[in-house]
């Protein structure tokens, strides 16, 4: 059954008790966003529907009940350059929204599963992914504190026609009418085709479909308004109102044993080093050239021990290379924007362009390994972290990038020898904190999270690379070759 | 005198000489990048220079010398389609590094006067302005603690024919050489005399240019490292180390009185006003269509004294207009990410694009108010704050934008007034906070920097209105029509 075509007429409401109602809602509309800046809830508002079905003005009456300074709208239509160049969820996971902040979306990421499919740039066989990865964003977003509340604007084939006609009857109005409106209005069929597939592949528990009528805007209106009303209610009374705790630490082992199996022997002479070294860095700079012509983003990412060498390895792998094709992400603490937004907020924006290499020194596996030892996020949160780090690599991955995850491994007694040496070094002092010998005591417990992050983290599309680091040189020619070896495979 | 033409030929090095100074010189810059990152120093990096002349190569060697967690590194090209759609200087300006954070340039706003003017991009009565925008662009970075190294890496037409040929007869270079490459090799005597005026247009004593002969590679890196080495030891040297403090009030009147003559008593009847609405609402949508089929972006600035109905104001304004064509910014206090950068940066992250309008609750003239009189700036900040301001505004202005700033005032009687009734209704009590209060003990201080603000800031190109509130009514319709009026007089 197409839920769209059995849509049950709205009641109408009279001029008067229309007025008492609206000026009520509009009042608690503000109310409520106050008490969404204070509880720090985040809040996703889409619009979706037929053109000519009064989405901007309902969007804008909407705004005016809202303080100017809680909320932002975005108007969605075809992916610019640098957008069409990244994953087609990053123009959106970059705009949501800081917690307490509302973002109205004009359209949004279900243009992909739309307007992209009837147009035929999404294939039938893509759709199906498209939604799962829709799912998961919006369930990210929900896991994290979020709400979303998604609205999809109806009106008949009758009333579309109706409306355009009256626009282009209006010289002052004919403009608003293009030539894109009506191709899509001799699509009807098509997209209510396509609409319904997409409302029942979309409408889940954490963020379900409301559709509405609107062939009178003042039944919408006051349909829209009710529902903002009572979903925001909603979230405030279930806010746990989230308090910054010190969470109590992890466990100190994990059943799989990893780095323990290492074989932390390997090592490499120096000539034999410098002779490799050339040849990786002649076909790197290569590499990098083809990935650009092939338009393929890649993404390095480095975890490791303190003292592992990250920083050297790094230099080795992008010294040939041209710096226009790359770039390093450090990772440090959050900064505050980083902090009121969802965890993964900070990491898309990162990602490289298509043809671009980014090269992250510390990475989103931070939440597993640093916040979850540190205790500073919950254990469930750390825990939801292993599926929403998954994936958000296969989105990143269906995309056509290739991923190498590279853990740089020493021994315990190897980085004693390190922090020592960098004591007495003059020049190497400023590399050693006390930070570095306070997480030094807890080994153990990094171990064992860095044991199960590889556990649950290796995957085919993005598996780990252990890379034994006790001998500098040896590890500097498997991370390269290692990269090389897998943008190779994917060329 | 030609510059480039007359170079003297650099002096050769021999091979250990070379490989012992350049050690020296990495150790030294990484250190110095170390010092940098705590005296909060922003430094750009530019290099400009001939297509092969060796810019990636150089800049390559030395990134490998910092700490990659403390640089970015920008390539810069033709304006993509958002960057075109601004003022050229935007995308430099949301570019320049936070304090302590060095900004490397691959080609930078030199392109302007440089390959946009040798391909008539830029007409050549433009350059004046372009160089007065960009020796303004560079004083400010300058003025607000910053370092600017510009270096121009010459190579003799001769020279580049080389390298191309070079490049060119093997395989695995030849793409490197694009069309571009040759046209520009074709126009190697038009960019002569360009790149010749450029640089004296634009060598100042606050960001002086070094040409740097680059024949020889390693004579080349040499020069670049000790010029780096040089000027990033003496900002060391010369920083007055910028500890926050509170600094005192500023005088408390202003010879010229503006607020003091504005006529408060003006008034407008509900109906006129409600009469008055309706026109000023359907024209506002129209003028909104115009400037985004022109092209044309839209500043609206509001300031106003607390409880003058700001809010109220631009809830008027925009109402009716379509939301996808216009943005309300509010500026709050910066984060912490924003205090990190020049005072304007976060102000250029939100100019609009072209076609748009952008209505500001609240201003970069905060600098010049707030600021001023709670003692959150130096008095040599906000006095060198004016002309800033005016430098800004007349830049975004030539690139044709309309820019229209409103101060809603209202009596001292009136605010109070005001602020009690906040305090006596249920919901408006959320509006009045004891920092109102503690303004409202500040009026002189205020009013004075208002006047002042005015008389110094008030430019044919953006003058300011202002707007008589103690009747809302009368201030809402004159701010609308304002807009109006200033919007229909562009285009």
Redesign the interface.
């Given at each position: 059954m197409n839920i769209l075509k059995n849509l049950p007429r709205p009641v109408k409401t009279a001029k008067d008790a229309y007025k008492a109602e609206m000026t009520g809602l509009e009042?608690k509309l503000?109310?409520l966003q106050?008490r969404i800046i204070g509880a720090k809830i985040p809040v996703m508002i889409v619009f979706e529907g037929w053109d000519a079905s009064g989405k901007?003005t309902l969007?804008?009456k909407l705004?005016?009940s809202f303080?100017?300074?809680g909320y932002?709208?975005h108007?969605i239509s075809k992916p610019?350059?640098?957008e069409a160049f990244r994953p087609f969820l990053w123009r959106f996971w970059t705009k949501t929204p800081e917690n307490g902040r509302i973002a109205?979306f004009?359209r949004s990421w279900y243009r992909r599963v739309s307007t992209e499919r009837v147009d035929k740039d999404v294939r039938k066989d893509e759709c199906g992914n498209a939604y799962a990865d829709i799912n998961t964003f919006e369930k990210q977003l929900v896991d994290g504190g979020g709400v979303i509340v998604k609205i999809f604007l109806h009106i008949t084939r009758k009333e579309q026609r109706k409306r355009f006609k009256k626009l282009r009857g209006n010289p002052?109005t004919s403009?608003r009418v293009t030539k894109d409106d009506i191709k899509h209005h001799r699509q009807y069929g098509k997209y209510l085709k396509t609409y319904d597939e997409m409302i029942k592949s979309t409408d889940t528990e954490y963020a379900s479909w409301t559709v509405v009528d609107s062939s009178s805007q003042k039944a919408a209106a006051l349909a829209i308004f009710r529902l903002i009303a009572k979903k925001l209610d909603k979230a405030l009374s279930s806010d746990g109102s989230s308090k910054p705790v010190k969470h109590r630490p992890a466990p100190s082992s994990y059943q799989k044993k990893i780095l323990a199996k290492v074989d932390l022997g390997r090592i490499l002479q120096k000539d034999e080093y410098l002779r490799k070294l050339d040849d990786c860095q002649e076909r790197i700079r290569?590499i990098e050239?083809e990935i650009y012509?092939k338009r393929m983003p890649v993404l390095v990412l480095y975890e490791g021990w303190d003292a592992a060498g990250k920083?050297g390895n790094?230099?080795r792998l992008?010294?040939?290379?041209?710096?226009?094709g790359y770039?390093?992400v450090?990772i440090?603490a959050p900064?505050?924007?980083e902090k009121r937004h969802h965890y993964q907020w900070r990491f898309w924006n990162r990602i490289p362009k298509a043809g671009h290499m980014a090269i992250f020194?510390r990475t989103w596996y931070g939440r597993v390994l640093v916040e979850r030892v540190e205790g500073f996020c919950s254990e469930k949160e750390w825990r939801r972290s292993y599926g929403e780090i998954n994936d958000m690599e296969r989105h990143i991955s269906s995309f056509g990038a290739v991923i190498v995850k590279f853990w740089l491994n020493i021994s315990n007694e190897e980085q004693l020898r390190r922090f020592k040496e960098r004591q007495t070094t003059p020049?190497k002092q400023?590399k050693i904190t006390d930070e570095d010998w306070r997480n030094r005591e807890k080994w153990d417990l990094y171990s064992a999270a860095v044991d199960e992050m590889i556990d649950r983290t290796s995957t085919s599309h993005a598996p780990w690379t252990i890379v034994e680091s006790n001998c500098k040189y040896f590890a500097r020619i498997k991370a390269i070759e290692t990269v090389i070896g897998a943008v190779e495979k994917a060329l």
């Amino acid at each position: 059954m197409n839920i769209l075509k059995n849509l049950p007429r709205p009641v109408k409401t009279a001029k008067d008790a229309y007025k008492a109602e609206m000026t009520g809602l509009e009042l608690k509309l503000g109310a409520l966003q106050r008490r969404i800046i204070g509880a720090k809830i985040p809040v996703m508002i889409v619009f979706e529907g037929w053109d000519a079905s009064g989405k901007g003005t309902l969007i804008n009456k909407l705004m005016m009940s809202f303080d100017p300074r809680g909320y932002n709208v975005h108007s969605i239509s075809k992916p610019n350059e640098e957008e069409a160049f990244r994953p087609f969820l990053w123009r959106f996971w970059t705009k949501t929204p800081e917690n307490g902040r509302i973002a109205i979306f004009d359209r949004s990421w279900y243009r992909r599963v739309s307007t992209e499919r009837v147009d035929k740039d999404v294939r039938k066989d893509e759709c199906g992914n498209a939604y799962a990865d829709i799912n998961t964003f919006e369930k990210q977003l929900v896991d994290g504190g979020g709400v979303i509340v998604k609205i999809f604007l109806h009106i008949t084939r009758k009333e579309q026609r109706k409306r355009f006609k009256k626009l282009r009857g209006n010289p002052a109005t004919s403009w608003r009418v293009t030539k894109d409106d009506i191709k899509h209005h001799r699509q009807y069929g098509k997209y209510l085709k396509t609409y319904d597939e997409m409302i029942k592949s979309t409408d889940t528990e954490y963020a379900s479909w409301t559709v509405v009528d609107s062939s009178s805007q003042k039944a919408a209106a006051l349909a829209i308004f009710r529902l903002i009303a009572k979903k925001l209610d909603k979230a405030l009374s279930s806010d746990g109102s989230s308090k910054p705790v010190k969470h109590r630490p992890a466990p100190s082992s994990y059943q799989k044993k990893i780095l323990a199996k290492v074989d932390l022997g390997r090592i490499l002479q120096k000539d034999e080093y410098l002779r490799k070294l050339d040849d990786c860095q002649e076909r790197i700079r290569d590499i990098e050239h083809e990935i650009y012509r092939k338009r393929m983003p890649v993404l390095v990412l480095y975890e490791g021990w303190d003292a592992a060498g990250k920083g050297g390895n790094i230099r080795r792998l992008v010294q040939s290379m041209d710096p226009r094709g790359y770039e390093v992400v450090p990772i440090a603490a959050p900064s505050d924007i980083e902090k009121r937004h969802h965890y993964q907020w900070r990491f898309w924006n990162r990602i490289p362009k298509a043809g671009h290499m980014a090269i992250f020194d510390r990475t989103w596996y931070g939440r597993v390994l640093v916040e979850r030892v540190e205790g500073f996020c919950s254990e469930k949160e750390w825990r939801r972290s292993y599926g929403e780090i998954n994936d958000m690599e296969r989105h990143i991955s269906s995309f056509g990038a290739v991923i190498v995850k590279f853990w740089l491994n020493i021994s315990n007694e190897e980085q004693l020898r390190r922090f020592k040496e960098r004591q007495t070094t003059p020049w190497k002092q400023w590399k050693i904190t006390d930070e570095d010998w306070r997480n030094r005591e807890k080994w153990d417990l990094y171990s064992a999270a860095v044991d199960e992050m590889i556990d649950r983290t290796s995957t085919s599309h993005a598996p780990w690379t252990i890379v034994e680091s006790n001998c500098k040189y040896f590890a500097r020619i498997k991370a390269i070759e290692t990269v090389i070896g897998a943008v190779e495979k994917a060329l």
